[in-house]
């Protein structure tokens, strides 16, 4: 099998595309995320906290000498992205509960009868000549 037949196979199975898709729309749904922190709940939240910009926020371990840039440890940027990890890990426990929920409705719902055994079904049979004698 030649390499570019085998990896069109192996692009195609419908897992991988699955997966592709998840990828994308998991990129975007970040980004969403992202904005909606840094646009949306920490302007609010700065102004509450005595107009801080999060985004400013650092401490400088060693100032700016020349064309050397200053040394500086951003811990308002880490703050928000660490908002937007709670947003983003909440949101996928809220979509694996509902996932979960779902199948445990699947599971739930009752499954026809087994069908009888031959046994069960020559007894029955026996059963029957027997009540016609």
């Given at each position: 099998?030649?390499?570019?037949?085998?990896?069109?196979?192996?692009a195609?199975?419908?897992?991988?595309?699955?997966?592709?898709?998840?990828?994308?729309?998991?990129?975007?749904?970040?980004?969403?995320?992202?904005s909606?922190?840094?646009?949306?709940?920490?302007?609010?939240?700065?102004?509450?906290?005595?107009?801080?910009?999060?985004?400013?926020?650092?401490?400088?371990?060693?100032?700016?000498?020349?064309?050397?840039?200053?040394?500086?440890?951003?811990?308002?940027?880490f703050?928000?992205?660490?908002?937007?990890?709670?947003?983003?890990?909440?949101?996928?426990?809220?979509?694996?509960?509902?996932?979960?929920?779902?199948?445990?409705?699947?599971?739930?719902?009752?499954?026809?009868?087994?069908?009888?055994?031959?046994?069960?079904?020559?007894?029955?049979?026996?059963?029957?000549?027997?009540?016609?004698?």
């Open positions: 099998m030649s390499m570019i037949k085998e990896f069109k196979e192996f195609m199975r419908g897992n991988v595309v699955d997966m592709a898709v998840g990828i994308i729309i998991g990129g975007a749904f970040g980004k969403i995320v992202s909606f922190v840094a646009d949306v709940v920490m302007p609010p939240l700065g102004m509450l906290l005595g107009k801080v910009n999060f985004a400013d926020l650092a401490i400088t371990l060693k100032e700016a000498a020349g064309d050397v840039e200053a040394v500086t440890l951003n811990y308002g940027k703050i928000q992205t660490a908002v937007d990890f709670v947003i983003i890990a909440f949101a996928i426990f809220l979509m694996v509960k509902v996932m979960n929920s779902m199948k445990k409705k699947e599971e739930t719902s009752p499954a026809p009868p087994p069908a009888p055994s031959a046994e069960e079904t020559l007894l029955t049979e026996i059963r029957d000549l027997l009540k016609q004698k």
